[in-house]
């Protein structure tokens, strides 16, 4: 079964944990990623301020596909502290994002 990401940014507070567990997973060095957060902001739109983090997957991610066979949950999704990473079966991905609305919502497929 395929699998895809579901980011709902708008919660993201760039606490970069999902990077940190990510990178501890994989075994990545220094330089490399898995997950890396970009901050977009600040900027004034139409009169209000915007700045947000936004968690980008890299083409080292595959989801935690181990962890997911082995039936535990992706570390990022894990230990995303505000919880706005989560991964689930392609067929729910378009109920998923219609449930969090269209609003600073993004899905990453590996």
Request: hydrophobic share 35%; charged share 25%.
């Amino acid at each position: 079964m395929q699998h895809a990401m579901i980011i709902d940014y708008k919660y993201c507070t760039g606490c970069e944990s999902c990077v940190v567990s990510c990178a501890k997973e994989k075994g990545l060095g220094a330089g490399e990623w898995g997950m890396k957060v970009e901050q977009i902001g600040p900027n004034k739109i139409g009169g209000k301020w915007e700045w947000d983090y936004v968690p980008v997957p890299s083409r080292a991610c595959d989801l935690c596909a181990e962890r997911r066979e082995a039936g535990k949950v992706p570390l990022c999704e894990l230990h995303c502290l505000a919880k706005c990473i989560e991964i689930v079966p392609v067929e729910d991905v378009s109920k998923r994002l219609a449930d969090l609305g269209e609003h600073k919502v993004c899905c990453f497929m590996p």
